[in-house]
């Protein structure tokens, strides 16, 4: 048996009578879907339900999942501690998918800190159902900050363990929508907002769950959605089957979007195997950029693979350009992984005897020294992208009106302290963003006085 049922649901306390007190009555097109969701669910009986909320425990590179016997909840932070929750664990399947991602060696389980207590993006959804169906015990997965492909990953690790273990589950992937769709919402107003709410329902009203890992990530962060890698996955966990999905209801009369759709598996269908078909893509164009890539890069990649895979730092090899080995300069090394940061370290000023000796090391710190990451395992080596910058001599700056965010690195120094930043960064748009950045990973307040210096950059990529 695998996974017999799946829904994109929203969260909104608003939604419960007892909270929204009459509220609740300008969503009564969600709450009608969301009724029909609970009676579809009822009449499947699943012995499990296994809910995504990003509201429960939240890490940037782990997944946690709600450990123990169960675990008890009430909508008493909305004021309404009357409606109250006491649910059973499924602590069967919850051990096979940290089993299964052990052995894979890949970051979900039930380690770090214990939820306390139910959030609201897992009692909505049990509200409704509650009302229909209650024969069943329960499966809390929080999202993270990891890549969506991730998010899929674990949805495929869910339906594995589902299936070894013969369950009978459904699973509700709960998330609102944009939270930025009207100018007298709550959160106001930004343009990707209605584009988000457009895009996501459209993608799932077709199922085309490959689409999803098309949402750029500063454009969710700006729409600013709530229940992407939720529905991520969900994706996941229907891998490789054929799926009749329908949308029930959309609506964002609150400032914020409500989106329900139902999804029905059906029968296996290899054409949406969606994580398979994007990995093939992607070895093929790194594996193409890579061909192409300029002695600096090599070197990088070198450098990186040789440490991950024996913790060994290669020597300057034969044969580099005499730039890299006649001259001396300070360097940084950036790794991405499916298109985010997944380590970044350098030098400003020389610190070896040659360029090449920078990037080496570089290389190998970046790869497994970035505090803010995990070392790289050698199994993400296939899936990095490395960029190597040159930095020029710094020059001392009089004011922020001599910088240019896309031409120029910036360093700003207060005694001891000092915060760099590369020029021509994604996200990064402003002068006064890129100054604010440094200041933070320095340490320096952002009234304190500071001089200020300004670098060229060569980019290798």
Same mark, same amino acid.
């Given at each position: ?38 009676? #579809? ?62 052995? @894979? &060696? ?12 139910? &959030? ?15 024969? *069943? ?59 988000? &709410? ?20 500063? *454009? ?18 229907? &891998? ?13 009369? %609150? ?18 195997? *969606? ?11 790194? %594996? ?68 090449? #000796? ?14 803010? *990451?995990?070392?790289?395992?050698? !199994? @993400? ?18 004011? #922020? ?27 990064? !748009? ?18 304190? %006085? ?12």
């Amino acid at each position: 048996m695998a996974v017999i049922g799946a829904y994109m649901v929203p969260h909104p306390p608003l939604i419960v009578p007892e909270v929204g007190r009459g509220g609740e009555r300008q969503i009564e097109t969600t709450t009608a879907a969301y009724t029909r969701v609970a009676q #579809e669910i009822a009449a499947l009986k699943p012995e499990t339900v296994i809910v995504s909320s990003p509201h429960t425990t939240l890490y940037s590179d782990y997944f946690h999942i709600s450990p123990g016997k169960g675990a008890r909840g009430s909508f008493a932070q909305f004021s309404a501690p009357q409606v109250r929750f006491k649910e059973q664990y499924d602590e069967e399947l919850v051990k096979a998918i940290e089993r299964i991602a052990a052995a @894979e &060696d890949f970051p979900a389980g039930t380690l770090g800190q214990r939820a306390p207590e139910l &959030d609201h993006g897992t009692m909505v959804p049990l509200y409704f159902i509650r009302q229909f169906y209650s024969d *069943f015990r329960l499966v809390r997965i929080g999202l993270s900050g990891l890549p969506l492909e991730d998010h899929y990953r674990l949805g495929q690790i869910v339906q594995q363990a589902v299936s070894e273990l013969d369950r009978r589950a459904v699973y509700i992937a709960s998330g609102d929508l944009s939270h930025k769709l009207q100018s007298c919402g709550p959160y106001g107003f930004a343009p990707e907002g209605p584009q988000y &709410d457009a895009r996501i329902m459209d993608v799932c009203a077709r199922a085309a769950f490959g689409e999803l890992f098309d949402f750029d990530e500063s *454009f969710c962060d700006r729409a600013a959605e709530c229940g992407h890698r939720s529905f991520v996955i969900m994706a996941g966990a229907l &891998d490789g089957m054929g799926v009749e999905a329908k949308q029930l209801s959309h609506e964002d009369v %609150t400032g914020v979007g409500y989106g329900v759709c139902t999804f029905r598996p059906t029968e296996t269908d290899d054409s949406r195997k *969606f994580l398979e078909k994007r990995q093939r893509a992607e070895a093929e164009r790194l %594996t193409e950029e890579r061909g192409a890539c300029d002695p600096w890069v090599q070197l990088a990649r070198e450098s990186v693979e040789s440490y991950v895979r024996h913790r060994k730092m290669i020597d300057v090899p034969d044969g580099l350009p005499a730039e890299l080995t006649d001259t001396r300069a300070g360097a940084f090394v950036s790794i991405h992984k499916q298109g985010r940061l997944r380590g970044c370290i350098g030098t400003i000023a020389p610190t070896q005897g040659s360029l090449a #000796e920078e990037i080496i090391r570089n290389a190998v710190s970046a790869s497994s020294r970035d505090p803010r *990451f995990h070392p790289i395992r050698p !199994d @993400e080596l296939p899936w990095l992208e490395i960029n190597v910058d040159v930095l020029g001599e710094p020059e001392d700056i009089a004011s #922020e009106a001599e910088l240019d965010v896309k031409r120029y690195g910036v360093i700003v120094t207060k005694g001891g302290r000092r915060g760099l930043l590369l020029p021509d960064l994604d996200g990064v !748009d402003t002068v006064e963003q890129q100054v604010a950045i440094a200041r933070q990973k320095a340490g320096i307040g952002p009234n304190e %006085t500071v001089t200020l210096q300004r670098f060229e950059v060569v980019r290798h990529t």
